[in-house]
């Protein structure tokens, strides 16, 4: 089972996958961003989505994990 996820701009897409990753694109030009890694690599990701008002991601496994961009201390 593979599930995606578009943001609320269109500009990033993501996707869960069944070793447990979730992998993210910039669909503009379709290079892949990142690709990160839950705690358990055996989990199937079953769900994948934006938070609609802020640049968080949340994904399920057997758990909910929820995604934060790093934060630049500049």
Do not use: Y
């Amino acid at each position: 089972m593979i599930l995606f996820s578009l943001n609320i701009f269109q500009m990033i897409s993501c996707s869960g996958s069944t070793d447990g990753r979730v992998h993210i694109w910039r669909t503009t030009d379709g290079e892949k961003l990142a690709t990160l890694s839950t705690d358990n690599s055996s989990d199937c990701i079953q769900c994948v989505r934006f938070n609609p008002k802020s640049f968080m991601l949340a994904t399920a496994t057997t758990n909910m994990v929820f995604w934060l961009p790093p934060v630049d201390d500049d």
